[in-house]
C-alpha cells in the first residue's frame, strides 16, 4: 500500500514508515536484484531459485518487524504460480504456448526500462544541485506578466477590511488592553514596508491577521490606504473576488507624506 | 536597430528573467523581428556565449533561453548560498518521474502497474513540486486523472523539450523476442 525510501521526507513527511525500501523500490525492483544478484539471464529465469531467495528475503523483513506490504506478497503469490506451472508436465503440446514467465518477464523489462531512465535523469545536469540560475524573488514580475492583475478598487479593499473584522471580531470583544497604545500610522508605514522589502508581495489578509488587536488592525488598514495614496504599494488581485495582494512600487515618497 | 544592439537588449531580458525566455516572449517586444531572425541570434549569442569561456552559459531549455552556471562550480555556489534551494528527489520520484515523461499522459494506475507499487504518495508530491501536472482526464470508467509534466520538469532536467528526452531503450525488440519464442518452454518440459 506504499512505499518509502530514505529519502521520502523530501516529500511526505507523514507517510508511515513500512518497508525499507531503501534498498527495494518495490518487488519488481527487488526481483531485477536477485537476477543481476545470481548473474542469470532475464530471459530464463530459474525461477525456483529467484522464487526461494525473495521469499527468503520478505522473512527477512518480517524479522526486521518491517511490515511486508501488499505488493511484495502479490509477487511471491505469482512467483509461487509461475513455479508450480512450469513443473506441471504439459498433457497437450501447444505451439504457441507462452512460457509462464514470459509476463513477469515483460514486466521486469519495461520496468527496468523506466528505472534505466529515472537513472539516466538523475544523471543530468539538475537545476539546483549542478547549475543554478539566478535566484531572486520574481514573484512580482510573474504574477504581472502571466496573470492580468487588476487593481483593486477601495471599496473592494474595505469590504475585505470589514468582513476580516467581522470574523475577528470575538477575538477581542473582551480583550483588557492594559495600556494605551502607542502605534502611529507612520510606525505602521514603516512596519509594512519593512515587510515588503523582504517579501514582494504579501497579501492583504496577512497583514491584518498578524495584528494583535482592534487598534493595531485599524491603524494597519490606515497605514496601507496611506501606502497605496502615495503609490508605495500597489493593491492588485488576480480577478474580481481573489485574494486582494499588496506589492511593493518604490520608495516612499518623504516629500508628500 | 543594429543586429548588435538587438542581441544586447535579448541577453538584457534573459539576464533579468527567473524563467526561461522563449522566443515567442522575445517576439513580443521585438514585433518586427522575423521569428527565424530572432532564432539566428540567440544561436550567435549561445555561441559568442561559449566563445568567452565564462562562468556563466547562455542555454536553450524548457523551450527557451536561460542564463546558467558552468556544473564545474556547482560546490562553490552551494558553499556561498546556503539558501539555495537543495535539489532533492527520491528514487521513487525518480522512477514516477521517468515513467510519467515518456508515457504522458498517464494515469496513477498505469504508472503504478509498471512500478508494481502505489505511488500516489509521491505523484502528488511532485503535483505540489509542479514538476507534474494534470493534463485531463482519460475516458474510461472513473475518468482518471492525466498527468504529465511541467515546463518546470524541462527547466530542472536542463531538457530543451519532451523529444530532448534521452531515448527509451525499444521494447518492442523485447516484445518480438518474446514472441520469436526465445521464451517458449523448455524442450523438456514441453
Redesign the interface.
Known amino acids: 500500500m506504499n512505499e518509502n525510501t530514505h529519502e521520502a521526507d523530501a516529500f511526505s513527511p507523514h507517510e508511515p514508515c513500512l518497508v525499507k525500501t531503501h534498498l527495494f523500490e518495490g518487488p519488481l525492483d527487488l526481483l531485477l536484484h536477485l537476477i543481476k544478484k545470481n548473474e542469470v539471464d532475464i530471459y530464463d529465469i530459474p525461477i525456483a531459485v529467484i522464487t526461494e531467495q525473495y521469499i527468503e528475503y520478505l522473512d527477512l523483513m518480517k524479522e526486521l518487524d518491517l511490515q511486508v506490504v501488499g505488493e511484495y506478497l502479490v509477487i511471491a503469490a505469482e512467483l509461487s504460480l509461475i513455479k508450480s506451472r512450469m513443473l506441471l508436465p504439459k498433457p497437450v503440446i501447444e505451439e504457441d504456448e507462452l512460457d509462464p514467465r514470459a509476463e513477469l518477464v515483460r514486466r521486469l523489462i519495461e520496468y527496468q526500462r523506466y528505472r534505466d531512465a529515472a537513472n539516466e535523469l538523475i544523471g543530468r545536469e539538475i537545476l539546483g544541485r549542478d547549475v543554478f540560475k539566478r535566484d531572486f524573488d520574481m514573484s512580482v514580475y510573474v504574477t504581472e506578466e502571466e496573470i492580468e492583475l487588476v487593481p483593486v478598487d477601495l471599496w473592494s479593499l474595505i469590504e475585505t477590511f470589514r468582513d476580516f473584522y467581522r470574523k475577528r471580531s470575538h477575538l477581542w470583544a473582551d480583550q483588557i488592553v492594559f495600556e494605551v497604545e502607542s502605534v502611529t500610522i507612520e510606525d505602521k508605514i514603516a512596519e509594512v514596508l519593512g515587510k515588503l522589502r523582504v517579501k514582494a508581495v504579501i497579501r492583504f489578509e496577512e497583514f491584518l491577521e498578524e495584528c494583535a488587536s482592534k487598534f493595531d488592525l485599524v491603524v494597519t488598514f490606515l497605514a496601507l490606504l496611506e501606502l497605496a495614496r502615495m503609490e508605495n504599494i500597489l493593491v492588485v488581485q488576480e480577478a474580481h473576488g481573489s485574494p486582494i495582494l499588496i506589492s511593493y512600487s518604490g520608495e516612499p515618497n518623504i516629500g508628500t507624506y | 536597430m543594429e543586429p548588435t544592439d538587438i542581441k544586447k537588449a535579448i541577453e538584457c531580458i534573459i ?1 533579468v ?3 526561461p525566455v522563449s522566443v515567442d516572449k522575445l517576439q513580443q517586444v521585438f514585433t518586427e523581428l522575423e521569428k527565424g531572425d530572432m532564432r539566428k541570434y540567440l544561436k550567435e549569442l549561445i555561441q559568442e556565449w561559449g566563445a568567452l569561456g565564462r562562468g556563466i ?1 547562455l542555454e536553450e531549455v524548457a523551450g527557451g533561453y ?6 564545474a562550480y ?1 560546490e562553490y ?1 552551494t558553499n556561498f ?1 546556503k ?13 514516477v ?3 510519467i ?2 508515457k504522458q499522459p498517464v494515469t496513477r494506475v498505469e504508472v503504478e502497474s ?6 500516489s ?2 505523484i ?3 503535483l505540489e513540486r509542479r514538476i507534474l501536472e494534470i493534463k485531463g482526464r482519460k475516458e474510461v470508467i472513473g475518468k482518471p486523472f492525466l498527468y504529465g509534466t511541467t515546463g518546470e520538469f524541462l ?5 530543451k523539450n519532451l523529444s530532448d528526452l ?1 531515448t ?2 525499444e ?1 518492442d525488440e ?2 518480438k ?2 514472441d520469436t519464442g ?4 523448455p524442450e523438456e ?2
Do not use: C, H
Open positions: 539576464f528573467s527567473d524563467q552559459i536561460q542564463f546558467r552556471t558552468d556544473p556547482s555556489i548560498n539558501r539555495v534551494k537543495k535539489f532533492r528527489l527520491s528514487r521513487a520520484a525518480l522512477e518521474l521517468a515513467i515523461a515518456y509498471i512500478r508494481g507499487v502505489d505511488s504518495g509521491v502528488n508530491a511532485l527547466e530542472v532536467f536542463g531538457l534521452p527509451l531503450k521494447i523485447i516484445s523476442n518474446l526465445i521464451l517458449s518452454l518440459l514441453s
